[in-house]
């Protein structure tokens, strides 16, 4: 708190922190809007961050910055990555060079972007693959659930845009069968 009244200082800004705008944490007190991750910058909550330093870090970024390090993120200590190469060899020690490459398959591709899909952002529209955002309604653009689509020349409509262009046309229309014009067979005048 200053000296001679005023208001108390912000550790992050070093600028005055009113009663409104006011949160406390790490003993010490913020503007709400400075209280952020010192590595990725997110807006933290009290009381959800980790302190490192006087710094304040999100859970990722503490985890990252200053977790164990290796293989298996710290999940127990026989995982752990050792920098120093063994002297001795291990009878389970795959010595084939070829084996330590990677094969590479051929990669489902999105029927409408053409684009690689991971198994995250996979969707199986019509027996067809698709990444969840581009399973979209030709005409207007509207993004659909899976069960939702109707299928035309090798595309997909919602069930507006398909009745439009693709639904019965004619005077009568979203009347009754009876009394539906459909091209040809339409009674002449």
């Known amino acids: 708190m200053p000296r001679f ?49 006087g710094k304040p870090y999100c859970k990722n970024c503490y985890g990252k910055r200053f977790g164990p390090k290796g293989v298996g993120g710290g999940a127990t200590a026989g995982c752990l990555q050792n920098t120093e190469e063994s002297s001795s060899t291990s009878k389970f020690k795959n010595n084939n060079p070829a084996s330590n490459k990677f094969a590479i398959t051929t990669q489902e591709k999105c029927h409408r972007c053409e684009k690689t899909v991971y198994a995250a952002e996979k969707m199986i529209v019509l027996r067809k693959i698709f990444h969840k955002i581009c399973v979209k309604c030709n005409s207007c653009g509207k993004t659909m659930e899976a069960g939702a ?16 262009n693709f639904g019965p046309k004619g005077f009568g229309f979203g009347m009754s069968s009876a009394t539906l014009n459909t091209g040809d067979y339409a009674p002449d005048s």
């Open 5 to 53: 009244g005023g208001a108390p200082k912000c550790c992050a800004c070093d600028k005055s922190v009113y009663m409104a705008e006011e949160l406390n944490a790490l003993g010490r007190k913020w503007h709400k809007l400075c209280f952020k991750c010192a590595g990725c910058e997110k807006r933290l909550t009290p009381g959800m961050e980790t302190e490192h330093d």
């Open 149 to 164: 689509v109707l299928e035309h020349d090798d595309e997909i409509y919602c069930k507006n845009c398909y009745g439009k």
